[in-house]
């Protein structure tokens, strides 16, 4: 028998917070995956990616900045530019800065994923599910740990970690990491590592005080900094009658065959700065747990890059852009194909980010500071009727602003305007302060209404109220662009269209305010035949609120794509709908011999209204990023997962995600329905196994093999569809599709209570694919970004 070889020791059941209260996993009425500290040590997860990497049905793309990180889960994606589609929970608090999940996730305790919409507990955003982190909390005696990484492409990291006791009733933590690397990919002009380096560190500090066995106080600061590049795309087109008509197949590119080559004149920056401050209280009744928290957080991000619009031409007059030409030309340079450099701008073809200085360049801002607060009351667990009920608060400040600057070939300045006759003087500009506030109640009710069955009922309702002021000076004036769409660019125009009066009669941007509300209910029940198996069902509203674009996005669309030539007929908004989503699920878990084998399921299926998906455009005005909205979108599905304790050294594991997504209706792209939704893998596996074997009595040793399989995968609503372009030929998204792709993750390492020493392989066999395809199909291409490739290093720590 498979399973003969089993020992008779017991593995050590899991316990989750997943409903803001301590439970088995078993009895959760909810799909969950939960990674164990045990496990985050043996796989070596230290950043997001990683325990993304371990879980079915989940995904994750990020590119483009270190705070632009957006999962996917069963199907619901977080629109870059507008807010998660997942609630974070961090020790207990929840966070709300999309840029908060990109972080060392160094020294953790646990890790529980949970799909299908949570906003009932958690609340607005939590509509896909909800990533809950535990970290270890400060012990009672005096702990230190250090951790070292060296890699391959100069990369290194390290963490120090102190913990203990001030006093019998106060106890300190202590940390640090810093992450470095000169990344896997080289900028051939520059002739230097400046396309994904990396570098940043964060210094964290934790108090927690007991002054009683019912009171408990937690406090804790976390600084940190990045300095990172920014903006690692290339370009691939997709204009099939060029391709045809010049004979050169580049013009029509299949995005998985793109060989990637950075060219850039300007070297990418991103810099992140991020501060976090909570506190956070738990007092014990007779009647159950008060617990209240409070958090401050400010994170501040910038960008400089290359810029977009080296095809458009409107740079053409400018001096530094000629000599560019007229120099890189002369020493015989060769951009990629299709472009090509001639002895003046007018006879070369450009794309963006090349190494001449007629695509300009671009800084972006995004930088938001928020204050959050709860509180709760949870019923004591050991009763047959258990609630909690809340109360919750938060208040947002967020600017964000995108410019179009001119290359004049002393790098970026890092404004947001710049007026003519600068340097780097500012051509287009979209700058805006968004604000909200939210309020929020809350409060669930679980219910044993046999000794094995269970019926529970969870409700929140979520007011937000959203506010946003454009901040582009009205007076300023371009140098080069303007709005005529004649192919001569004459310049003395408005930085944003909606300034102007003969678009928009008023001449200003006014103040506008928008309130969404929401009620979201969720109802489960839970039946155990058996202590080994549980059966449960739940169905929930999901819901994220509307909210506000860049002001002046619906008029650049219409001035830049909607007029003649292009008349692409494309609907773009300054706002944006909220999202609502309808969720079912049923499904099983099972454990057997003494929870050595556990085997879980379920199916699913989800319909969602007016669901956030992110637009790129780029055009004569620079670029620009929207949300839009998929008026309607349905998605079922099904999931499975098996883990096994083979014998105590060995064990393997192995889950499953497949599901068929349909866009049923899209008014501002009408031609869509029946496609797939965005960044959504058709399918996902992951699997792997362990050895955890002594060799004496003091070390053992650990090797362990991570697979993960993602599924063909669509980025943008527009799909094998023709759209007119604005070089005057029709786009074909055929080869827009990113292929079905597989990574390995190999770890071999010798260990003890108190040290260990691990080579690692991450992507083993070196899979080329792509990280993420983001289409511009009236651009008639794709910005397409490269995924890390094979990694090799060594991980080592020491405890004491």
């Known amino acids: 028998m498979m399973f003969s070889a089993v020992a008779e020791a017991q593995v050590e059941e899991i316990i989750v917070t997943a409903?803001?209260?301590s439970e088995t996993l078993k009895d959760v009425p909810a799909s969950i995956t939960a990674i164990t500290s045990e496990t985050i040590a043996n796989a070596g997860i230290v950043r997001a990616e990683d325990f993304v990497a371990l879980t079915p049905g989940v995904t994750m793309v990020n590119t483009a900045e270190v705070g632009d990180t957006q999962v996917n889960i069963r199907g619901i994606n977080g629109a870059r530019d507008a807010e998660n589609s997942f609630g974070l929970i961090i020790d207990g608090i929840l966070t709300t800065n999309p840029a908060a999940f990109n972080r060392e996730y160094s020294d953790l305790s646990q890790i529980e994923i949970l799909k299908g919409p949570q906003g009932a507990l958690y609340g607005r955003n939590a509509a896909a599910g909800a990533i809950i982190v535990t970290t270890r909390k400060p012990t009672d005696r005096q702990e230190s740990i250090i951790k070292g990484t060296v890699a391959d492409n100069k990369s290194y990291a390290t963490m120090v970690a102190s913990s203990g006791p001030v006093n019998d009733k106060v106890f300190y933590k202590l940390q640090g990491d810093w992450r470095t690397t000169d990344g896997f990919f080289?900028?051939?002009?520059?002739?230097?590592?400046?396309?994904?380096?990396?570098?940043?560190?964060?210094?964290?500090?934790?108090?927690?005080?007991?002054?009683?066995?019912?009171?408990?106080?937690?406090?804790?600061?976390?600084?940190?900094?990045?300095?990172?590049?920014s903006i690692s795309f290339n370009a691939a087109f997709h204009l099939p009658g060029f391709a045809a008509f010049l004979g050169n197949p580049d013009l029509n590119e299949n995005v998985n065959k793109h060989k990637f080559s950075f060219v850039n004149n300007i070297d990418p920056e991103n810099d992140q700065d991020t501060l976090e401050l909570s506190a956070k209280i738990d007092q014990e009744y007779s009647a159950g747990t008060l617990t209240a928290w409070a958090l401050y957080s400010n994170i501040k991000n910038d960008l400089t890059a290359d810029g977009t619009s080296g095809a458009f031409g409107f740079f053409n007059q400018d001096p530094a852009c000629r000599a560019s030409v007229t120099q890189l030309t002369a020493q015989r340079f060769r951009l990629p194909s299709p472009q090509f450099?001639?002895?003046?701008?007018?006879?070369?073809?450009?794309?963006?980010?090349?190494?001449?200085?007629?695509?300009?360049?671009?800084?972006?801002?995004?930088?938001?500071?928020?204050?959050?607060?709860?509180?709760?009351?949870?019923?004591?667990?050991?009763?047959?009727?258990?609630?909690?009920?809340?109360?919750?608060?938060?208040?947002?400040?967020?600017?964000?602003?995108v410019n179009l600057g001119i290359d004049r070939g002393r790098g970026v300045t890092e404004k947001l305007f710049l007026p003519r006759g600068d340097v780097n003087a500012t051509?287009?500009?979209?700058?805006?302060?968004?604000?909200?506030?939210?309020?929020?109640?809350?409060?669930?009710?679980?219910?044993?209404?046999?000794?094995?069955?269970?019926?529970?009922?969870?409700?929140?309702?979520?007011?937000?109220e959203r506010k946003v002021r454009n901040l582009v000076p009205?007076?300023?004036?371009?140098?080069?662009?303007?709005?005529?769409?004649?192919?001569?660019?004459?310049?003395?125009?408005?930085?944003n269209p909606a300034l102007d009066p003969t678009i928009n009669p008023r001449g200003v941007q006014a103040v506008k305010k928008n309130t969404f509300d929401q009620l979201e209910p969720k109802i489960s029940l839970s039946f155990q035949p058996s202590e080994e198996v549980t059966l449960y069902a739940n169905w929930g509203i999901g819901f994220k609120a509307g909210g506000f674009n860049n002001q002046g996005s619906n008029a650049t669309v219409n001035v830049f794509f909607n007029r003649a030539p292009t008349n692409a007929a494309l609907i773009i908004n300054d706002d944006f709908r909220e999202e609502t989503s309808s969720a079912f699920e049923v499904g099983f878990k099972s454990e057997f011999l003494d929870r050595r084998v556990n085997l879980t399921g379920a199916a699913y299926h989800n319909t969602i209204d007016d669901m956030q998906f992110f637009e790129f455009l780029v055009g004569p005005f620079g670029l620009l990023r929207v949300v839009n909205n998929i008026d309607k979108v349905?998605?079922?599905?099904?999931?499975?997962?098996?883990s096994a304790q083979i014998t105590d050294e060995l064990s393997v594991y192995a889950g499953g995600n497949a599901l068929d997504s349909k866009i049923k209706k899209m008014v501002?792209?009408?031609?869509?329905?029946?496609?797939?939704?965005?960044?959504?893998?058709?399918?996902?596996?992951?699997?792997?196994?362990?050895?955890?074997?002594?060799?004496?009595?003091?070390?053992?040793?650990?090797?362990?093999?991570?697979?993960?399989?993602?599924?063909?995968?669509?980025?943008?609503?527009?799909?094998?569809?023709?759209?007119?372009?604005?070089?005057?030929?029709?786009?074909?998204?055929?080869?827009?599709?990113?292929?079905?792709?597989t990574t390995v993750d190999l770890r071999v390492g010798i260990q003890s209570d108190a040290w260990s020493i691990t080579a690692f392989a991450k992507n083993l066999a070196n899979s080329k694919h792509l990280a993420e395809v983001i289409p511009a199909p009236e651009f008639g291409g794709s910005f397409i970004h490269p995924a890390a490739r094979r990694l090799v290093g060594v991980d080592a720590s020491i405890k004491f």
């Open 474 to 495: 009205a007076t300023a004036r371009t140098q080069f662009v303007d709005f005529t769409n004649d192919g001569i660019s004459g310049g003395n125009a408005f930085l």
């Open 427 to 464: 051509e287009s500009l979209v700058h805006d302060n968004f604000k909200s506030d939210v309020y929020a109640a809350f409060g669930s009710v679980a219910y044993d209404i046999q000794e094995n069955t269970e019926f529970s009922i969870a409700l929140r309702y979520d007011r937000e």
């Open 186 to 229: 080289k900028n051939t002009f520059l002739n230097k590592k400046a396309v994904d380096d990396y570098e940043g560190y964060n210094i964290a500090g934790r108090l927690v005080f007991e002054p009683s066995d019912e009171t408990s106080i937690d406090l804790k600061a976390r600084w940190g900094q990045v300095d990172a590049a």
């Open 341 to 401: 450099l001639a002895p003046t701008p007018e006879a070369s073809f450009l794309g963006p980010y090349t190494p001449t200085a007629c695509d300009g360049t671009q800084f972006q801002v995004r930088n938001q500071k928020d204050i959050s607060a709860e509180i709760r009351f949870a019923s004591s667990s050991d009763q047959d009727l258990r609630w909690i009920i809340g109360a919750y608060g938060l208040h947002i400040d967020r600017e964000v602003g």
């Open 634 to 642: 349905r998605i079922y599905g099904a999931e499975l997962a098996l």
């Open 19 to 21: 409903r803001q209260r």
């Open 668 to 741: 501002s792209r009408p031609y869509t329905a029946g496609n797939k939704s965005p960044y959504t893998a058709d399918y996902t596996l992951n699997f792997g196994t362990q050895l955890d074997a002594p060799i004496t009595d003091a070390f053992n040793l650990l090797a362990r093999a991570d697979f993960s399989i993602i599924g063909p995968t669509w980025f943008h609503v527009v799909q094998c569809q023709s759209r007119p372009t604005l070089f005057g030929a029709p786009s074909d998204g055929c080869g827009q599709r990113r292929n079905a792709y």
